[in-house]
Structure formats: structure tokens, C-alpha cells
């Protein structure tokens, strides 16, 4: 089924999908294991079937079609709030999600919103688009979490099975040694597509530490979203 064409009517009117992200939606479309789920739903993971068979731990990160998300913003009226802020991929577990906002001078960025029952993680990712996609592009099992952002994808996953690097040998030997895996064909797809790299840690992308919630320093995002909630 079609992932592309029903992303796009997804997305509100006042949001512009740049080229970068519609070629990849495109790629997605044609190379992922979509899921459409009873509700009408759509998930778009960063890997295919074949990549997923047998491996314990993958990314949670994928696009995402859904009737609407669940936000306490009591400050505006729900209609206000999706004209800006464009929720379209999932980074966490817990529901948190990234995606697309406008600033207040009609700046797109791509923005990341804990769901604040795990991460909150609220916050300017990037204006580019390629450096979004390279952000997802790094394995993290779920990046929402600001914790994994200055790791590599084998040391974070270390930390968050609270092990120690040192550990690696005996959980080799004992067969309990399975860290994430990161989506090696869309790497490859953003490095040839886009001629770029893609970095071992989200703080060669990102701010780091990343704004949250308690702590929203200077970030236009984070204090958008602390102006809108209840």
C-alpha cells in the first residue's frame, strides 16, 4: 500500500514537506515493512523485513500516519496548534514523537516533543532536513531519550541495559551480547542520495544537552511548547 500519498494529505496545509523528506517517504515507500494497522494507522519503520528477521533489538523510529496525537495544550485551540506543529514520526516507546513546527517569524524546523511520562526531551532539532534524516539514521533504540544523544549506538545500548562497556566480553561468552542494530540500507540510501555521512552521535547533529521541559534554555520549541500546555 501507498505510504507517500497519504502522508502528504496527512500533513496540514500550512506545512511544506521539503523535497529531501518526500524522496524519502518515496524510498520508504518502496523499501520498508509498512504497517497499516485496524484503525487506518500507518507506520513506516527505518528498516525492512529482511533487516528486522532475527534481530532482537531494532530502532523504534519510523514515520507515522495517525488520526492525531494527544497533547495537553489547553493554552490554544487544538486547530491553532496542528496549523504550526506537524507530529509525524515516533522516537520513543513511551510516544514520544518529532516532526515539523513553524516559528514564529514562518521558520519550518524539526522539532522533537517528549511525551513527558518518559522522555522531556522538547526542542529544535534541526532546520535541515537532511541532518533530521541523518538524526534518525543513527540506530538509537529510541532517541527520544537525551541520555544515548553524545553514545554510540553500542555504547547506549550498554547504558541502557545497565551494563558496562567493560561487560562486552563476558556477554559475548555468554550469549547475551545483542545491541541495537542500525538501518544500514537507509544509511546508505541518505549517504548516496544526499552525498553526506552519517555521524556516530546525535551531538554532532543536535544541541547537547538538549533543551526539556524543566530546563528549556534558550530553545524557541521548548518554550512554545511550555507557553501552550497546561
Known amino acids: 500500500m501507498s505510504f507517500t500519498d497519504p502522508f502528504r494529505k496527512y500533513a496540514p496545509s500550512t506545512i511544506i514537506l521539503p523535497a529531501e523528506l518526500v524522496k524519502t517517504l518515496d ?7 509498512i504497517h497499516t494497522f485496524e484503525n ?33 495544550f ?25 516532526g515539523i513546527w513553524i516559528d514564529e517569524a514562518g521558520v519550518q524546523k524539526f522539532v522533537h516533543i517528549g511525551s513527558g511520562s518518559g522522555s522531556i526531551w522538547g526542542g529544535v532539532i534541526t532546520e535541515s532536513a537532511v541532518d533530521f534524516l541523518r538524526f534518525l539514521a543513527i540506530g538509537y533504540l529510541e532517541p527520544a531519550f537525551i541520555e544515548c544523544h553524545d553514545k554510540t549506538v553500542e555504547a547506549a545500548w550498554f547504558e541502557y541495559n545497565g551494563y558496562e562497556l567493560d561487560d562486552k566480553a563476558e556477554l559475548i561468552e555468554e550469549g547475551d551480547y ?32 538538549a533543551p526539556t521541559y524543566d530546563d528549556p534554555k534558550d530553545d524557541p520549541f521548548a518554550h512554545w511548547l511550555i507557553s501552550i500546555s497546561g
Not at 74 to 94: S, W
Not at 178 to 206: G, M, W
Request: net charge negative; with cysteine.
Open 27 to 33: 524510498w520508504l515507500d518502496a523499501f520498508s515493512n
Open 74 to 98: 489547553d493554552a490554544l485551540p487544538r486547530k491553532d496548534v496542528k496549523e504550526r506543529l506537524f507530529l509525524c514520526v515516533q522516537t520513543g516507546g513511551d510516544g514520544s514523537h518529532a
Open 178 to 209: 545483542h545491541p541495537t542494530v542500525p538501518p544500514f540500507a537507509f544509511q546508505k540510501f541518505l549517504e548516496e542520495t544526499f552525498d553526506t555521512h552519517i555521524p556516530e552521535r546525535a551531538s554532532e547533529i543536535i544541541q547537547h544537552p
Open 40 to 72: 487506518g494507522a500507518q507506520f513506516a519503520p527505518l528498516y525492512s523485513a529482511s533487516e528486522m528477521k532475527g534481530v532482537k533489538d531494532v530502532s523504534c523510529v519510523g514515520f507515522q500516519i495517525f488520526d492525531d496525537f494527544y497533547y495537553d
